[in-house]
DNA sequence: TGCGTTGTTTCACC
DNA sequence: CGGTGAAACAACGC
């Protein structure tokens, strides 16, 4: 599940590997995938060079050298591969299908190649991303429309947005972190993992939330987040949990023991989301009534 | 085979 | 009108 970590690896790769080349070959196809796009043709991107690669939230944007840019939202199962003219492999994001194994397969939808042999194959098993092709003149106001509040990376501005939002709303915490408009980047694994980190239980009502508790989670949240991105993304396959020194701690875990207590992982809904905590060291802890 | 899956949007309701 | 929760939607695997 493609958050801020998954993405922001990816762009990393890009960056590394193929800004600076050359799009010789472009194959889309599920044609579907330019889903409300500015250029529905992908076909055109083929001639161009790969200028830069910047993200916002978990949005990917490609800025090509003929003033037209390729927008990625990776959604539930996004997963992109960078093949290099040796056979040596990168492969980030969504961890299904399996990115050591063959490519293309039968859920690879668009391949790019470029002039020096380096293949890139984009997948997803569930086919919900989306790409869009736009003039890089009309980014900045494509991302400005989603509405997204500050990158979920700055502890500062975390704690600022948080202090800003959760005193005035009783939904359970967790549904204001997942809320992209008021911290950008955080999905269902990482918000778990802050939560579980700072010692919150996710149902908590927002404004039951101590001052204390809520300057632990601004600190929590950027934390979990570099433990991904040191991981080049969380592993989490068909919803169970490959953690690495520790991570992730909760998330995927359901049934297992708690690395800090040994108390049973749990799994309940919250926000109508899987939620995995750990019952002893998350416990609900109220604010009394008057 | 129907349910679970997540990011995002939409909608009914109080 | 705004906060809220639930439903809808994308499509597939198990």
Same mark, same amino acid.
């Given at each position: ?26 194959? =889309? ?11 529905? *043709? ?28 390729? =927008? ?42 470029? *002039? ?128 690495? *020194? ?45």
């Amino acid at each position: 599940m493609p958050e801020l970590p998954e993405v922001e690896t990816i762009r990393r790769l890009v960056e590394r590997h193929l800004v600076g080349r050359r799009i010789i070959g472009v194959d =889309l196809r599920l044609p579907k995938l330019m889903r409300d796009s500015p250029c529905p *043709d992908l076909s055109v991107i083929a001639g161009q060079t790969i200028a830069a690669a910047r993200r916002q939230a978990k949005v990917l944007v490609l800025d090509l050298s003929n003033g037209w840019s390729l =927008l990625v939202h990776f959604k539930l199962s996004g997963q992109l591969a960078i093949e290099r003219p040796d056979g040596s492999r990168d492969v980030a994001g969504h961890p299904v299908p399996d990115p050591t194994g063959p490519f293309p397969h039968k859920a690879t939808h668009l391949e790019l190649r470029f *002039d020096d042999g380096t293949i890139v194959w984009y997948s997803d098993i569930r086919q919900f991303s989306w790409l869009r092709l736009m003039p890089t003149g009309d980014v900045e106001a494509a991302l400005t429309a989603f509405g997204f509040g500050p990158e979920a990376l700055d502890e500062a501005v975390v704690l600022w947005a948080l202090k800003a939002v959760a005193p005035r709303r009783r939904i359970p915490i967790k549904t204001v972190l997942l809320d992209q408009t008021v911290i950008a980047g955080l999905g269902n694994i990482y918000a778990d993992e802050a939560l579980f980190a700072a010692g919150i239980h996710p149902g908590t009502p927002a404004n039951e939330v101590s001052r204390p508790r809520l300057a632990k989670l601004a600190r929590s949240i950027p934390w979990a987040l570099e433990q991904g991105l040191a991981q080049g993304g969380a592993k989490i396959v068909n919803n169970k949990a490959r953690p690495i *020194d520790g991570f992730p701690a909760v998330h995927g875990r359901q049934g297992e023991p708690c690395f800090t207590c040994g108390t049973t992982v749990e799994k309940i809904r919250v926000g109508a989301r899987g939620t995995y905590f750990c019952p002893t060291c998350q416990k609900p802890r109220l604010k009394k009534h008057v």
